[in-house]
């Protein structure tokens, strides 16, 4: 079962493949650097923290990626050690990854704790909705750039917005004992 899971994984990946084109090539690879080490959503949940409308979106979103990281890169990457697709399969990477361990996703990861954070808490329509449409165009862009496989991306989705629901949770916990000492 496992192995026909895996072989369905690497052979939508590499028909994934055929779909790059001259012009977008460029595109997606800058996007998906943009989520290395987390960077894009980090550098957005700070600027977030120094707006009082956004703190609280910046600071959960924050909280809700080091789980992520916790997660991901600490405990699932190091014990599962599932090799990136090009190892494997017929594939020309468009971006180098030094990490040889593929599953979940951590730029994905990344990407949907942050977005579910600010899809909840943003003060602005137009955020709440750029952010999921951000966090999957994340997780597409790894497929793209062949360095991951689509159940990478799936559990790193689901890794984010399970970490997001926690953070947002915490939060609320801490409020309502706050509200219940004043």
């Known amino acids: 079962m496992l192995n026909t899971i895996l072989q369905l994984d690497g052979q939508l990946l590499v028909a994934i493949q055929s779909l790059h084109t001259a012009w977008l090539d460029p595109v997606v690879s800058f996007y998906t650097r943009l989520g290395d080490a987390g960077l894009l959503w980090i550098a957005l949940s700070l600027a977030m923290l120094f707006y009082k409308p956004t703190r609280k979106a910046g600071g959960l979103a924050l909280a809700a990626m080091v789980l992520g990281l ?5 405990t699932i990457k190091p014990l599962v050690e599932r090799a990136r697709p090009w190892l494997v399969w017929p594939i020309d990477p468009l971006v180098v990854e030094k990490d040889r361990n593929s599953f979940p996703s951590g730029h994905t990861c ?5 977005g579910m954070i600010w899809l909840r808490a943003l003060p602005w329509k137009w955020g709440r909705i750029a952010a999921p449409i951000l966090a999957v165009l994340m997780g597409l862009s790894r497929l793209y750039v062949g360095v991951h496989y689509p159940t990478d991306v799936l559990a790193g989705a689901v890794i984010g917005v399970v970490c997001a629901w926690a953070a947002w949770k915490a939060c609320q916990v801490y409020e309502e004992r706050r509200s219940r000492v004043y």
Do not use: C, E, G
């Open 110 to 114: 990344a990407a949907f704790a942050a």
């Open 70 to 74: 916790l997660v991901t890169n600490i």
